[in-house]
């Protein structure tokens, strides 16, 4: 036996179930469930790099709204993606494996689309589980190769076009009883979807938490919320000689946390929306972080820091933002004065804002005008 008969060939793959008619339904399907994660995600990324599209500071819900459907258009892509790889299988073995320009070209672009796309999925998900396999920081490489994926969509749908209407109008294969019904695979991978967008979302729907078993970060942390990172992960311990410094055009004014309760105090309903698709709603209450601030009609943007090291201890506060009357330097929550892991004494809150931009145990608060 020669190397290359360990090659596999089209005719390994018998069953009739396989082939355009499949291929290009469920190719419609992810089109749209990854096109809907595509811009989503690009929602997601003018949230965290302001300035490159001016977003609105409302509705409170809307990166919770966006970001869940983000990561469930993701999961949903994964059984999808899957039948489709299943269904286009054996023309990967088309003979000559290299030749021709045009076709490798052809081929070559479906290559890239099939390593970016599993690239996305399997990354997203990692995330998602919080589970780090990959060396590398995750945001900036998911938001580069996902503009590859999408741009490999648009090649492979512009190639496939012409054959579209032949595909839609395929013939049924004859009857064969032993044989997978192309049908039943079709609705199968809707199924998938599905299931596996529905077992995930109650950690984003809360009517879906009774059978949102896969929701991992549906389960309630300290008072009543989850936990994403937490004082002992970020070193922070609960300091009595703690203090807030507002440092404008080099003048520093402090708060001690009596100081801050004295203040008039403002409370607010909203969601911890974090990246990762999970949000969790809780009533906050503290000072305004604009009432912080002498003269904030003149404020560019604030900076609020905090003595974690790691890459979500400070956040950038708009303008727009900073003046909305829910954002919040928040001291209480559903109550009570906020646990250590949700940022005692202080913590940032405000409207359509990304959990990671909900900056913790807030200690500076820095003005640039
Ligand atoms: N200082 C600090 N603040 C932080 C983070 C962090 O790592 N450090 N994580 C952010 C992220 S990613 C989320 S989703 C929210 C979660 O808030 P919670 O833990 O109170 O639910 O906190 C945000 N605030
Ligand atoms: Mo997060």
């Known amino acids: 036996m020669k190397p290359a008969d360990l090659i596999p060939r089209p005719e390994w793959y018998p069953t009739r179930a396989r082939g355009g008619w499949l291929s290009l339904r469920v190719g419609l399907w992810l089109g749209v469930t990854f096109t809907t994660c595509f811009l989503t995600g690009l929602i997601s990324h003018f949230h965290q790099h302001p300035g490159l599209f001016p977003l609105p500071d409302g509705p409170a819900w809307g990166y919770a709204l966006?970001?869940?459907?983000?990561?469930?258009?993701?999961?949903?892509?994964?059984?999808?993606?899957?039948?489709?790889?299943?269904?286009?299988?054996?023309?990967?073995?088309?003979?000559?494996?290299?030749?021709?320009?045009?076709?490798?070209?052809?081929?070559?672009?479906?290559?890239?689309?099939?390593?970016?796309?599993?690239?996305?999925?399997?990354?997203?998900?990692?995330?998602?589980?919080?589970?780090?396999?990959?060396?590398?920081?995750?945001?900036?490489?998911?938001?580069?190769?996902?503009?590859?994926?999408?741009?490999?969509?648009?090649?492979?749908?512009?190639?496939?076009?012409?054959?579209?209407?032949?595909?839609?109008?395929?013939?049924?294969?004859p009857a064969d009883a032993t044989d997978l019904n192309r049908r039943d695979v079709l609705r199968l991978a809707g199924l998938g979807a599905v299931v596996v967008a529905g077992v995930t979302a109650g950690d984003k729907i809360p009517?879906?938490?009774?059978?949102?078993?896969?929701?991992?970060?549906?389960?309630?942390?300290?008072?009543?919320?989850?936990?994403?990172?937490?004082?002992?992960?970020?070193?922070?311990v609960a300091d009595p000689d703690w203090h807030l410094s507002v440092l404008d055009q080099g003048v520093e004014r402090t708060f001690s946390l009596a100081d801050l309760r004295a203040l008039p105090q403002h409370s607010a309903l909203l969601p911890i929306a974090c990246v990762e698709g999970w949000n969790a709603w809780a009533s906050w209450e503290g000072v305004p972080l604009r009432d912080l601030i002498d003269d904030p009609g003149g404020v560019a943007q604030v900076t609020v820091r905090s003595p974690d090291p790691g890459g979500y201890g400070a956040s950038t506060v708009n303008k727009q933002t900073l003046n909305h009357p829910d954002t919040l330097l928040a001291l209480r929550l559903n109550g009570e004065q906020l646990a250590l892991d949700h940022g005692y004494p202080a913590r940032l809150i405000a409207p359509n804002r990304p959990g990671a931009l909900q900056t913790k145990w807030v200690t500076v608060i820095e003005v640039r005008r």
């Open 66 to 173: 966006s970001q869940g459907i983000h990561v469930t258009t993701g999961i949903a892509s994964i059984p999808l993606l899957a039948v489709k790889l299943w269904s286009v299988a054996p023309r990967f073995w088309h003979r000559p494996l290299v030749g021709g320009v045009l076709r490798m070209l052809e081929r070559g672009s479906v290559l890239v689309l099939v390593a970016s796309a599993v690239f996305e999925l399997v990354t997203g998900l990692l995330n998602v589980a919080e589970w780090y396999a990959f060396g590398f920081f995750f945001p900036p490489v998911h938001y580069a190769v996902a503009w590859v994926a999408i741009g490999a969509i648009g090649v492979h749908i512009a190639v496939q076009l012409p054959k579209v209407r032949a595909l839609w109008a395929e013939p049924e294969p």
């Open 207 to 236: 009517l879906l938490r009774q059978v949102g078993v896969l929701s991992q970060r549906s389960g309630n942390g300290p008072q009543g919320l989850p936990v994403n990172r937490s004082a002992v992960a970020a070193g922070v």
